[in-house]
């Protein structure tokens, strides 16, 4: 019997190629060391271990899961947090769990009489996945998108994603062009006037929310990241010693250039006196 991978288990990212290659080599000299563990005719922990064991044509040790326990705690407790996933990832992996237990787990705990999971808020797997709220509400987007499979490998970011499928806002229609007037008052008692054309306006205050649209797109970069907000305090510490070292070697090499100087200076007064010398000048 072949058995497909259950949802739980594809929420997470898969073994890279050489990391899969890996793993049918260490099986190929040790054998299968933990067991697959199947819930509902699914492999819910061990895929790659039985994808390792088709290739190597090795039967499979296979378990069932425990009648009456959560698979859904039992898959995040083995890979949410043992895994070296990013901020997107964590998150894509929580949302795709918390989508898979609001659509089947209800019926499945009726069947088997296990506790139903509650459906999760946006805080809490914000909590759950060690990520802002803004990352989550992301990887909802992707999941719902469809393109949920691209941030959990890694393809995306959370914020990428949703960028790709926020839907485009249409264009409001242009009213007929009207001379704004500005007054510009340096101080009383004169003033200067200007005419401003509305579509110049209009181009400045978009010019205005991309610029602000940008910043927000910063902060959260910034806020799904915590490495890379602490390589930018780091970058921004490290351009300020550069600056400082930099007004240190001006001024080195102007007191380099005075020395220079002086030097010269010197030395044609050195040059002076010895023709004076010698051509039996008074000293």
Known sequence: MEYTQHPLSAAFPGMSDEEFAGLCDDMRLRGQRDEITIYDGQVLDGWHRYRACQVIAMPPRLRDFPEGADPLAFVKSYNLHRRHLSASQRAIAVVACREWANSGINQRNARTGAAASPVQTVPEMAREAEVSERTIQHAKRAVEAGIGDQVRDGKLSAERA?????????????????????????????????????DDYEEMKQELDRYHADSVALESVLDADDALAAAVNEIRQLNAKLAALQTRFNGLQNEKNAAIKQVKSLQRQLDAHVIRTRGGLPI
């Open 162 to 198: 949703a960028e790709i499928v926020k839907p485009p806002v249409s264009p409001k229609p242009k009213a007929p062009p009207e001379p704004r007037t500005i007054e510009l008052k340096p101080g009383p008692p004169r003033s200067t006037t200007i005419e401003v054309d509305r």
